[in-house]
Nanobody, 124 residues
């Protein structure tokens, strides 16, 4: 079992930045690929970014490419999502997820473990 706890959400003005963190506990972190997803009210959960088990490969949704950066620190069992140039359409609950594969997926059903989510609100 893996427990994931997100932190770092909040309210920010458009153009601002936030850094989300997700800390894992319960089993070895490094063989897990990690992803960030988000869900806005009335919308489906969507892929944001993912990173391979060793941090060597990262993928992003087109909507966040160039603005968001995913990274991980396996020594701290933590994955980060640095969000810059935030837009009101980035407003959502952001979820951290872990997959028992080296590279992960853009599909939320491929992830086994999920955090409780953290709210990000971007005001215009």
């Amino acid at each position: 079992q893996v427990q994931l706890v997100e932190s770092g959400g909040g309210l920010v003005q458009a153009g601002g930045s936030l850094r989300l963190a997700c800390t894992a506990s319960g089993r070895t972190f490094s063989p897990l690929s990690m992803g960030w997803f988000r869900q806005a009210p009335g919308k489906e959960r969507e892929f944001v970014a993912r990173i391979s088990w060793n941090g060597g490969t990262a993928y992003y949704a087109d909507s966040v490419k160039g603005r968001f950066t995913i990274s991980r620190d396996n020594a701290k069992n933590t994955v980060y999502l640095q969000m810059s140039s935030l837009k009101p359409e980035d407003t959502a609950v952001y979820y951290c997820a872990a997959a028992t594969s080296y590279y992960g997926s853009n599909y939320y059903r491929d992830y086994t473990y999920w955090g409780q989510g953290t709210q990000v609100t971007v005001s215009s």
